[in-house]
């Protein structure tokens, strides 16, 4: 029904950036909240970053300063702008919607697959 697809990763040396997508398709009526997280091998998944229907956003203590929350309402888009990136920045870094399904209007949270970052020099 619904599918969300990140893009943007990559290997990027200690202090550059990248730009993450997630672009969200289906039968989509609304998409509320959406957020970033991240899973470093052998560790928990964790919040990046989450951004409201009214762009309102939230950032972990981590990453504030470094990373940007966007979203593009009409291209049914999150993305993650993240500066001065850091070795400790290696993850697999997920999106999360909350999406209002077309076909009955109920509201679900669904995950896209995943994204590899890497920061190495």
């Known amino acids: 029904q619904v599918q969300l697809v990140e893009s943007g990763g990559g290997l990027v040396q200690p202090g550059g950036s990248l730009r993450l997508s997630c672009a969200a398709s289906g039968s989509i009526f609304a998409i509320n909240a959406m957020r970033w997280y991240r899973q470093a091998p052998g560790k928990q998944r964790e919040l990046v970053a989450g951004i409201s229907s009214s762009n309102s956003t939230d950032y972990a203590d981590s990453v504030k300063g470094r990373f940007t929350i966007s979203r593009d309402n009409a291209k049914n888009t999150l993305y993650l702008q993240m500066n001065s990136l850091r070795p400790e920045d290696t993850a697999v870094y997920y999106c999360?919607?909350?999406?209002?399904?077309?076909?009955?209007?109920?509201?679900?949270?669904?995950w896209g697959q995943g994204t590899q970052v890497t920061v190495s020099s």
């Open positions: 999360n919607g909350f999406v209002v399904v077309g076909d009955d209007f109920r509201m679900r949270s669904y």
